[in-house]
């Protein structure tokens, strides 16, 4: 049976009994979906490297005594998260005034030309103006792609109060995003 | 038809509505000149929304983790071999230590509770003078007439001696 026909499930269980290369297995099937969601979140390369990176091994340790009660993605996205929301206010509390907390340069971006890089820099800037809530929800929502239910699964709040937050973040969103309609359409 | 919940609309955009929704909500936009409006501005932000793709090729962690990973299990089985039984031997020689206290305390409480204390050796004197007590002093032996001003009296030394 090769790797890619067995489920996170399954790799769980074999990483609760000691087999530490279900852990690669597990790291590489699901870092894109960490990576990008740490990144996005907090706007800065290392430090979603750290949260993957924790994620995963937080999810090794919890291995042995891991239940499955909802979607695998969900409880890791869940332990990314709150690491991220820690990460989040560690920074807010040691932050200077004079230090820089711009998220990185849109350098890095594989883009075409200065047109598309201004356009994602004016998206990225917009996501990260919303509040820690709507953020995260439309971060869950918009490019992890997951339900309403999963975010409520995954963040511990209401699903009410997801949809809540959804509505307000897109409205938000739209009225950032008016000032480059040009760019959209 | 009541207009469109803007959750519903973000979930019609989204392309998340189950199919016989999808339709009733499509109809209604065709004939609901506000939710269509309403459609078309979400529709442009979630386009926009799209542009921020995420290239996470460089920023690969999985060898690390596994990495991390066989060291940590290489320095628990470490612990297992090496240090373990050093630490179970020391606590082996606490454990006797410990009785070994024990032990000697419990004799000796033994001991002192077997074999009665001797009771202190005073002599006492009838001849003691009345102020020796208002002076704290105890009438024992000879010993008191050293604090005294008085003579030590004939009878009482030959009782000291």
Same mark, same amino acid.
């Given at each position: 049976m090769s790797s890619e026909t067995v489920g996170d499930k399954e790799l769980m269980a074999t990483l609760g009994v000691g087999d530490v290369t279900a852990l690669g297995e597990l790291a590489r099937r699901h870092q894109d979906r960490i990576l990008s969601l740490a990144y996005r979140f907090l706007g800065r390369w290392d430090l979603a490297e750290d949260i993957g990176q924790e994620t995963f091994l937080r999810a090794w340790k919890a291995a042995r005594h891991?239940? #499955?009660?909802?979607k695998f993605t969900t409880w890791l996205s869940s332990i990314a998260i709150n690491l991220c929301v820690d990460e989040q206010r560690r920074l807010m509390r040691s932050a200077? #005034?004079? =230090?820089n907390l711009e998220p990185?340069? =849109?350098?890095?971006w594989d883009c075409n030309g200065a047109e598309k890089r201004e356009l994602v820099g004016i998206v990225q800037t917009a996501i990260m103006e919303l509040s820690e809530r709507q953020r995260l929800a439309v971060i869950l929502h918009?490019?992890?792609?997951?339900?309403h239910s999963e975010i409520s699964e995954a963040t511990g709040w209401s699903k009410s109060a997801v949809e809540s937050l959804l509505v307000r973040a897109y409205a938000n969103l739209r009225n950032k995003l008016d000032k480059i309609k040009d760019f959209a359409e | 038809m009541e207009h469109i919940k803007d959750i519903e609309l973000i979930e019609y955009v989204g392309g998340t509505l189950a199919a016989g929704r999808h339709r009733q909500l499509q109809k209604h936009i065709t004939v609901c000149e506000g939710c269509a409006e309403r459609c078309q501005q979400m529709l442009a932000t979630w386009d926009t929304l799209d542009n921020w793709d995420v290239d996470t090729a460089a920023h690969s962690i999985a060898g690390r983790i596994e990495t991390l990973a066989a060291a940590d299990k290489l320095a628990k089985r470490r612990f297992r071999t090496d240090y373990l039984p050093r630490a179970r031997l020391l606590i082996l020689a606490f454990r006797v230590a410990a009785s070994i206290i024990i032990g000697i305390g419990f004799g000796y409480m033994l001991a002192r509770w077997i074999v009665p204390q001797q009771p202190p050796a005073t002599a006492a004197s009838t001849?003691?003078?009345?102020?020796v007590d208002a002076l704290g002093l105890?009438?024992?032996?000879?010993?008191?007439w050293s604090v005294l001003d008085e003579p030590q009296p004939e009878k009482d030394k030959e009782q000291a001696q």
């Amino acid at each position: 049976m090769s790797s890619e026909t067995v489920g996170d499930k399954e790799l769980m269980a074999t990483l609760g009994v000691g087999d530490v290369t279900a852990l690669g297995e597990l790291a590489r099937r699901h870092q894109d979906r960490i990576l990008s969601l740490a990144y996005r979140f907090l706007g800065r390369w290392d430090l979603a490297e750290d949260i993957g990176q924790e994620t995963f091994l937080r999810a090794w340790k919890a291995a042995r005594h891991y239940t #499955p009660k909802a979607k695998f993605t969900t409880w890791l996205s869940s332990i990314a998260i709150n690491l991220c929301v820690d990460e989040q206010r560690r920074l807010m509390r040691s932050a200077r #005034p004079w =230090q820089n907390l711009e998220p990185d340069s =849109q350098v890095e971006w594989d883009c075409n030309g200065a047109e598309k890089r201004e356009l994602v820099g004016i998206v990225q800037t917009a996501i990260m103006e919303l509040s820690e809530r709507q953020r995260l929800a439309v971060i869950l929502h918009r490019y992890n792609g997951l339900s309403h239910s999963e975010i409520s699964e995954a963040t511990g709040w209401s699903k009410s109060a997801v949809e809540s937050l959804l509505v307000r973040a897109y409205a938000n969103l739209r009225n950032k995003l008016d000032k480059i309609k040009d760019f959209a359409e | 038809m009541e207009h469109i919940k803007d959750i519903e609309l973000i979930e019609y955009v989204g392309g998340t509505l189950a199919a016989g929704r999808h339709r009733q909500l499509q109809k209604h936009i065709t004939v609901c000149e506000g939710c269509a409006e309403r459609c078309q501005q979400m529709l442009a932000t979630w386009d926009t929304l799209d542009n921020w793709d995420v290239d996470t090729a460089a920023h690969s962690i999985a060898g690390r983790i596994e990495t991390l990973a066989a060291a940590d299990k290489l320095a628990k089985r470490r612990f297992r071999t090496d240090y373990l039984p050093r630490a179970r031997l020391l606590i082996l020689a606490f454990r006797v230590a410990a009785s070994i206290i024990i032990g000697i305390g419990f004799g000796y409480m033994l001991a002192r509770w077997i074999v009665p204390q001797q009771p202190p050796a005073t002599a006492a004197s009838t001849d003691a003078p009345k102020y020796v007590d208002a002076l704290g002093l105890e009438w024992s032996n000879g010993f008191v007439w050293s604090v005294l001003d008085e003579p030590q009296p004939e009878k009482d030394k030959e009782q000291a001696q």
